[in-house]
């Protein structure tokens, strides 16, 4: 931890700063969890230990609950699982994951003391729980889970205060960090990282963070790396200057944004995006056509019929009827598309549900058509080194792909891999899986403007499934 210091932040408390510059995609630390667990609706569907989704996985054999990839990941598991393994049998059932958190960390520091490392900048007894601040009905669920704590946590365990069993349901609650899954598509359970808690917020940050999941297959444990966060830059920062991620998704207007980082983290956000409310005007803005504007009510109309649209098009979604999807955003987007700006938050929402139901029901020229709308918009309003923004350039890119538009998919993918290469680092999985793309795409490329009609003639076969896979054909034309 020697590139970072603890400082005290005006207006903000306890905070982290550069003690050296960094540039964009350094990383500047990581840290391993204190403890993690799987959310209760992906306990059977994820590794227990290493966080990867599988389509088979072993269980426990004693507790019948704890879920693994194989022996290896079982055996690298079980320092955290061996008191939670005893305490399920005993209890007779599982606690929800919030209690399962607890308990796994309550175990940890009892048995390693509150300073696990000599790189941990923090204690557990110094983070802020914000009990003080909680409503009266998230007190009233506060209490519940604390009650059920007690009956779960063995007698043959140390026994803890009530006090301090509060603190700590009230640290993970404000400072619990989301675990994805190994490709970092999906949210998959939670852990706590007592430094990254250290990292203030700011809804236009020099930072982001991602779960480098280590490498727990490996038989020989002694190989095996820890799963960990690592804090990287998205630009130059300079010394001294304080380090920022963001808590919510600036996509949200500033009065949005400043709302649920008050009733989940309990502090009102005066960043300068926030102050200024910077790009909230464009964010539900009008389109402006050879200097022309809608009128104010215009806008105003087609925003709360989009917004009215897109509940419809959730509960839809919900109930799998894709076609009617497609329907009502098709009528949503014919209707809002020539009064609102192409960064108007929720015609990009259509255009995203759009792009992803279309590709999923195989109209993929449409698909595309949206995907490309879509990461223009974002460009517009998102940091350049963004996450969401690479995704959305990656999914867009795919699209472009099976649509058959090469030279489109290929520059989008290669975005996207620049962003994430800054954003997730090289040895990431879905860093590793751009790049087989963008080596894919740049080949399908050449061989594009070298023949056009033998490339979409290669390709209209591979996608048929013919007995000469595209990617060698391809290597063999090139090569000729």
Same mark, same amino acid.
């Given at each position: 931890?020697?590139?970072?210091?603890?400082?005290?932040?005006?207006?903000?408390?306890?905070?982290?700063?550069?003690?050296?510059?960094?540039?964009?995609?350094?990383?500047?630390?990581?840290?391993?969890?204190?403890?993690?667990?799987?959310?209760?609706?992906?306990?059977?569907?994820?590794?227990?230990?290493?966080?990867?989704?599988?389509?088979?996985?072993?269980?426990?054999?004693?507790?019948?609950?704890?879920?693994?990839?194989?022996?290896?990941?079982?055996?690298?598991?079980?320092?955290?699982?061996?008191?939670?393994?005893?305490?399920?049998?005993?209890?007779?059932?599982? +606690?929800? *994951?919030?209690?399962?958190?607890?308990?796994?960390?309550?175990?940890?520091?009892?048995?390693?003391?509150?300073?696990?490392?000599?790189?941990?900048?923090?204690?557990?007894?110094?983070?802020?729980?914000?009990?003080?601040?909680?409503?009266?009905?998230?007190?009233?669920?506060?209490?519940?889970?604390?009650?059920?704590?007690?009956?779960?946590?063995?007698?043959?365990?140390?026994?803890?205060?009530?006090?301090?069993?509060?603190?700590?349901?009230?640290?993970?609650?404000?400072?619990?960090?989301?675990?994805?899954?190994?490709?970092?598509?999906?949210?998959?359970?939670?852990?706590?990282? +007592?430094?990254?808690?250290?990292?203030?917020?700011?809804?236009?940050?020099?930072?982001?963070?991602?779960?480098?999941?280590?490498?727990?297959?490996?038989?020989?444990?002694?190989?095996?790396?820890?799963?960990?966060?690592?804090?990287?830059?998205?630009?130059?920062?300079?010394?001294?200057?304080?380090?920022?991620?963001?808590?919510?998704?600036?996509?949200?207007?500033?009065?949005?944004?400043?709302?649920?980082?008050?009733?989940?983290?309990?502090?009102?956000?005066?960043?300068?995006?926030?102050?200024?409310?910077?790009?909230?005007?464009?964010?539900?803005?009008?389109?402006?056509?050879?200097?022309?504007?809608?009128?104010?009510?215009?806008?105003?109309?087609?925003?709360?019929?989009?917004?009215?649209?897109?509940?419809?098009?959730?509960?839809?979604?919900?109930?799998?009827?894709?076609?009617?999807?497609?329907?009502?955003?098709?009528?949503?987007?014919?209707?809002?598309? +020539?009064?609102?700006?192409?960064?108007?938050?929720?015609?990009?929402?259509?255009?995203?549900?759009?792009?992803?139901?279309?590709?999923?029901?195989?109209?993929?020229?449409?698909?595309?058509?949206?995907?490309?709308?879509?990461?223009?918009?974002?460009?517009?309003?998102?940091?350049?080194?963004?996450?969401?923004?690479?995704?959305?350039?990656?999914?867009?890119?795919?699209?472009?792909?099976?649509?058959?538009?090469?030279?489109?998919?290929?520059?989008?993918?290669?975005?996207?891999?620049?962003?994430?290469?800054?954003?997730?680092? +090289?040895?990431?999985?879905?860093?590793?899986?751009?790049?087989?793309?963008?080596?894919?795409?740049?080949?399908?490329?050449?061989?594009?403007?070298?023949?056009?009609?033998?490339?979409?003639?290669?390709? *209209?076969?591979?996608?048929?499934?013919?007995?000469?896979?595209?990617?060698?054909?391809?290597?063999?034309?090139?090569?000729?």
């Amino acid at each position: 931890m020697e590139n970072v210091a603890v400082f005290d932040s005006p207006g903000k408390g306890r905070g982290l700063k550069a003690t050296k510059e960094f540039w964009a995609g350094d990383v500047i630390f990581s840290e391993a969890s204190i403890s993690a667990v799987v959310f209760d609706s992906l306990t059977e569907r994820i590794c227990h230990s290493c966080f990867r989704r599988q389509d088979k996985l072993q269980r426990c054999g004693q507790c019948k609950f704890a879920h693994y990839c194989d022996r290896t990941c079982q055996r690298a598991g079980w320092a955290e699982h061996k008191q939670e393994c005893s305490a399920i049998k005993a209890y007779g059932s599982v +606690p929800n *994951e919030n209690i399962r958190l607890v308990a796994r960390i309550m175990w940890r520091v009892d048995k390693d003391g509150s300073l696990l490392s000599d790189t941990q900048l923090t204690t557990l007894e110094e983070l802020e729980d914000h009990i003080a601040d909680m409503q009266e009905d998230e007190l009233k669920e506060f209490k519940v889970d604390i009650h059920n704590f007690l009956d779960y946590w063995p007698r043959t365990s140390k026994q803890h205060t009530i006090d301090d069993i509060s603190h700590v349901f009230g640290v993970i609650n404000c400072n619990g960090f989301t675990v994805s899954d190994q490709r970092g598509l999906q949210a998959v359970g939670v852990g706590l990282f +007592p430094n990254l808690c250290l990292v203030n917020h700011d809804c236009w940050p020099n930072c982001t963070v991602i779960l480098n999941h280590g490498n727990q297959s490996a038989v020989n444990t002694l190989f095996h790396s820890q799963r960990r966060i690592e804090l990287r830059s998205l630009g130059k920062i300079a010394e001294g200057e304080e380090l920022t991620v963001s808590y919510v998704d600036y996509m949200n207007l500033s009065e949005e944004r400043q709302r649920l980082l008050k009733t989940q983290y309990f502090f009102d956000c005066t960043c300068e995006h926030c102050k200024n409310r910077i790009k909230d005007d464009i964010k539900l803005g009008g389109k402006v056509e050879d200097g022309v504007k809608p009128s104010e009510e215009q806008v105003k109309e087609a925003t709360d019929y989009c917004f009215q649209m897109l509940e419809k098009m959730d509960q839809a979604r919900l109930k799998g009827d894709y076609h009617e999807v497609v329907k009502i955003c098709r009528d949503a987007i014919e209707k809002t598309e +020539p009064i609102l700006a192409d960064t108007h938050i929720y015609l990009l929402r259509m255009w995203s549900t759009m792009s992803e139901v279309q590709a999923y029901l195989q109209y993929f020229d449409e698909a595309a058509e949206y995907a490309r709308k879509m990461v223009d918009g974002y460009m517009k309003l998102y940091h350049s080194n963004n996450a969401a923004l690479g995704m959305a350039a990656m999914r867009a890119g795919v699209t472009h792909w099976q649509a058959g538009q090469i030279e489109v998919g290929h520059g989008m993918i290669c975005k996207a891999y620049a962003i994430l290469m800054v954003t997730h680092g +090289p040895t990431h999985p879905i860093t590793k899986d751009l790049e087989a793309m963008r080596m894919q795409t740049e080949m399908e490329l050449r061989m594009f403007k070298q023949n056009e009609y033998v490339y979409h003639s290669m390709r *209209e076969a591979a996608l048929k499934n013919k007995p000469m896979t595209m990617i060698t054909k391809l290597q063999k034309f090139i090569i000729m």
